[in-house]
């Protein structure tokens, strides 16, 4: 009896220790025993290494070695074991269902993150895309104005080659009308240079044609005078002769009767109007000496009649009269 006032004593208050304890899990979990059933298997199945509460219970249990006792327990005890098995199938199915609810949170959560990865990457696929599209665009917009830029160049080039072009034109024009001008010019100065020349010309040969050379030195000229009426006198006296030589030839052939098979008719005509000639050109001697006097008179003899120069004065005094000088008269 004394064992099991003990055992009622310890029961006792066991008892109302897990009534204070069971009281709430029971109402929780008593239409949950099927899952509790249950719950130990899954644990199993999906994480055997983290059961904690299977360790637990032996280490619990451990005072109980002998089996007979627990067949004489009383109906409280076996009340208070089975509660027991109760809240620790409870709290395995708590855990297990926590077990379960982190797994499901890790997997909604990785859901979430795969979630979230795929929206950031779609985010940045769409971003890439609206960066590539901007940047199409933008190369698209690049490429345009580059072609618009080397358009206007080209055009601009082609304009400064039309305007240096028209400006050669125009200045090739200027120099070639500078040019002619210049030429015109210079041809005008020639021409005046020339009138001035033919002027100066003019103007000396008027001057040579009315110079009188020997004017300054009247003894020459009075020298000349005597030697052209002495060679006029003698230009005379011969006239007079041949004059009077070719009457005789002409009595003479009158006269005398010649015989024309010897020639001698014809050789004495010959003669005859040889000095008919020789005084022809002497009257012109003459002639030509009293134009040389009228000269002197006047001052102008000794000047060439081509070049209106001087006639040296051997000249004048070698031949009576003279009209040129020595190079006009090897020219003429």
Do not use: W
């Not at 933008?138 to 072609?147: F, L, S, W, Y």
Request: net charge positive; aromatic share 2%.
């Amino acid at each position: 009896m004394p064992s099991t006032g003990k055992t009622t004593k310890k029961a006792q208050p066991k008892k109302a220790a897990k009534r204070v304890v069971v009281k709430a899990p029971a109402k929780k979990s008593a239409p949950k025993r099927p899952a509790a059933k249950s719950a130990p298997k899954k644990p199993v199945k999906r994480a055997p290494a983290k059961r904690p509460v299977p360790k637990k219970a032996p280490a619990k249990k451990a005072p109980a070695k002998p089996v007979k006792k627990v067949a004489s327990l009383s109906a409280a005890q076996k009340v208070a074991a089975a509660k027991k098995i109760a809240v620790a199938r409870a709290k395995a199915a708590a855990a297990a269902k926590l077990h379960k609810e982190r797994e499901a949170k890790a997997k909604l959560a990785a859901k979430a993150k795969a979630a979230a990865v795929k929206a950031k990457a779609v985010a940045a696929a769409k971003a890439k895309k609206e960066r590539d599209a901007k940047a199409k665009v933008a190369a698209k917009e690049r490429e345009v104005q580059r072609k618009a830029r080397e358009k206007a160049a080209a055009e601009a080039k082609k304009q400064r080659e039309v305007d240096a072009k028209r400006k050669a034109i125009e200045a090739e024009k200027q120099r070639k009308i500078r040019e002619i001008e210049r030429r015109n010019l210079e041809e005008l100065k020639r021409q005046e240079r020339r009138e001035a020349e033919e002027r100066k010309r003019l103007e000396a040969l008027e001057r040579k044609m009315h110079s009188r050379p020997y004017a300054d030195e009247p003894e020459f000229l009075e020298e000349l005078r005597q030697l052209l009426l002495e060679t006029r006198a003698a230009t005379n006296d011969d006239i007079v002769v041949m004059d009077s030589e070719a009457d005789e030839m002409l009595v003479d052939r009158e006269r005398l009767e010649y015989d024309d098979e010897d020639g001698s008719s014809v050789a004495s005509d010959i003669q005859r109007d040889q000095k008919k000639d020789l005084a022809s050109l002497l009257r012109l001697k003459v002639d030509e000496i009293d134009v040389a006097l009228a000269r002197i008179d006047d001052g102008s003899y000794g000047r060439c009649d081509e070049c209106y120069e001087a006639i040296s004065k051997p000249r004048l005094l070698a031949q009576l009269p003279v009209f040129m000088c020595v190079s006009c008269r090897a020219s003429v």
